[in-house]
């Protein structure tokens, strides 16, 4: 089966950098993704990573080591508004092609203080 | 465009009642799939669908029915309704996608709040 481990809670200073890991264990791997969520709303897609390296979209950037079954997600400038849960996803691999199931983790906190 | 839209916002049921969530999504998209959200736990899947017709099991689908006739709607029944179900659901939806290995984004409604007494 599938089974991804991140750090339940993170906090970080206005402006500073900050990093959320996440480990995962697949029989098949498919890419890693990251969401967002807001505390009371839906989750929004952050970024997704296929290949080894870095993926940098604005303050966001992901970064993907397959062979450490490894991945994080990097906020630079952090923000106020960046106070969020964020999760880590990869596919399921039961059936065949793209079935659109993704198993997430449990999420990870990020609490942006002044 | 609404993309995926849930109905109702706010449920309250008591054990043994049965009752559907409504999701509908206008974007064509292929794959839809319904998450729960408990405390600490993420999103767990309960259901999903590839295309009309076409349904399957997901990590937690016990107690709950699904069907998909149509490409735009894919409703979840709660067959009989149980504490342990007292959770926020969420309906996602994504197209088919040859590239990204299978990983297009989810699409996500904004969630049903369901609270079994």
């Known amino acids: 089966g599938q089974s991804l481990e991140q750090p339940s809670e993170v906090t970080a200073v206005e402006g500073a950098i900050v990093q959320i890991n996440c480990t995962y264990q697949?029989?098949?791997?498919?890419?890693l993704s990251w969401y967002q969520q807001h505390d009371g709303g839906a989750p929004t897609f952050l970024s997704y990573?296929?290949?080894?390296g870095l993926e940098e979209t604005g303050r966001f950037s992901s970064f993907l080591s397959r062979s450490d079954s490894y991945g994080y997600l990097l906020l630079q400038e952090l923000q106020m508004k960046d106070s969020a849960s964020y999760f880590c996803?990869?596919?399921?691999?039961?059936?065949?092609?793209?079935?659109?199931?993704?198993?997430f983790g449990q999420g990870t906190t990020l609490q942006v203080k002044p | 465009n609404a993309g995926v839209t849930q109905t109702p916002k706010f449920q309250v049921l008591k054990t043994g009642q049965s009752m559907t969530l409504q999701c509908a999504q206008d974007?064509?998209?292929?794959?839809m799939s319904w998450y729960r959200q408990d405390p600490g736990m993420g999103l767990r899947l309960i259901h999903y669908?590839?295309?009309?017709?076409?349904?399957d099991q997901g990590e937690v689908p016990n107690g709950y029915n699904v069907s998909r006739s149509t490409t735009e709607d894919f409703p979840l029944r709660l067959l009989s309704a149980a504490p342990s179900q007292t959770s926020v659901y969420f309906c996602?939806?994504?197209?088919?996608?040859?590239?990204?290995?299978?990983?297009?984004?989810?699409?996500f409604g904004n969630g049903t709040r369901l609270t079994v007494t």
């Open positions: 990573n296929g290949l080894d």
């Open positions: 996602a939806s994504s197209y088919r996608g040859a590239a990204r290995g299978g990983l297009t984004p989810l699409h």
């Open positions: 974007m064509n998209h292929e794959y």
């Open positions: 697949t029989s098949g791997f498919y890419g």
């Open positions: 996803a990869v596919r399921d691999r039961k059936g065949s092609g793209n079935t659109g199931k993704l198993i």
């Open positions: 669908s590839v295309g009309a017709g076409i349904t």
